[in-house]
């Protein structure tokens, strides 16, 4: 069975046999001549193409898929604007949430350790706040690192608070700002408060990483799965950022309402959501609590849907 995840129809690049739409659909044609089942997992469609070659390559893969798994209910809607009539659509939860949660704090602790991270504080707060590379010029890079930078030193200020800087890619071998840890490099640069602020500079695993997110008291990103692996430990977390990518993983857990689009964004809004998801933290993490065990389980679905699609061998 051929598998592809995550969401490969996006304009990054587009080009003859080049960029992820004209890749995937490559393999998807393949598949096809070897006769192999294809399955689309976890699907959102967050960034959905614009150009009519774009468009057209994801109704030809999505039309080819023996199986499309969707990471969220909102994206039928997405799904449905391709106008393809697919007969086995599913919509199930990101499949991150499937993760058990790390227990304890020596894990964490350990990675801290390594990295020579020490807190002057008993209250931390974890950000990762990743730039939007394909997006975003200089220029408005500019004006959101040092927006973040400043939203950093009020929660050194105004909480007592040390920031840790958590990325949640380390991926260096192509542009500079793919990888988690450079946007933390210019952010921490701005910052005043500067001896408050932590980065994690090598490169931990998945494990390790969610291990960090045991360490701190509140998650502050506009990643998706900054607010998933929050959630799985049970912190409370603004995230911000697109509409159709992160705005839905905050509807899923019940907190929309503190969602803070990227058309949005400012350091005042910022400030004042965290101040209210912080004085509210108890009745946040009984919600994410309340809809969690829910959305483990549809996460789980994933992979009895690819189980099903191999041994029925369609």
Not at 11 to 35: H, M, S
Not at 51 to 60: C, Y
Not at 261 to 266: A, K, T, V, W
């Amino acid at each position: 069975m051929l598998v592809i995840g995550g969401d490969p129809f996006i304009e990054i690049t587009l080009g003859f046999q080049r960029g992820p739409t004209p890749y995937a659909a490559l393999l998807i044609t393949l598949a096809k001549f070897l006769e192999k089942p294809v399955m689309l997992h976890g699907m959102h469609f967050g960034r959905p193409p614009q150009t009519e070659l774009g468009r057209e390559l994801t109704r030809f893969c999505l039309s080819n898929a023996t199986l499309i798994t969707l990471r969220e209910e909102s994206a039928f809607k997405n799904f449905q604007s391709f106008g393809v009539d697919h007969p086995s659509v599913v919509a199930l939860a990101d499949t991150a949430f499937g993760l058990n949660p790390i227990e304890g704090k020596e894990a964490g602790q350990k990675v801290l350790d390594e990295e020579g991270i020490r807190f002057s504080s008993e209250r931390v707060i974890g950000v990762t706040f990743r730039h939007m590379y394909w997006k975003w010029n200089a220029g408005k890079w500019a004006s959101y690192s040092s927006m973040v930078a400043e939203v950093c030193d009020w929660l050194v200020d105004k909480m007592d608070a040390d920031i840790l800087f958590i990325p949640n890619c380390t991926y260096d071998t192509d542009y500079e700002y793919e990888d988690d840890r450079a946007a933390a490099r210019d952010i921490a640069a701005r910052m005043s408060r500067q001896r408050r602020a932590h980065r994690i500079q090598g490169k931990p695993n998945l494990f390790e990483t969610l291990a960090l997110y045991r360490q701190i008291d509140m998650m502050f990103s506009n990643r998706r799965h900054g607010l998933v692996f929050a959630a799985i430990q049970g912190i409370p977390a603004l995230v911000c950022g697109e509409e159709l990518h992160t705005r839905p993983m905050m509807e899923a857990l019940s907190l929309g309402e503190m969602f803070v689009s990227e058309n949005d964004f400012n350091a005042d809004l910022f400030k004042q959501n965290i101040g209210k998801i912080w004085e509210e933290r108890e009745s946040i993490k009984a919600r994410i609590r309340e809809v969690l065990p829910d959305l483990r389980t549809r996460a789980l679905r994933h992979a009895d849907l690819a189980a099903n699609l191999i041994r029925g061998g369609k």
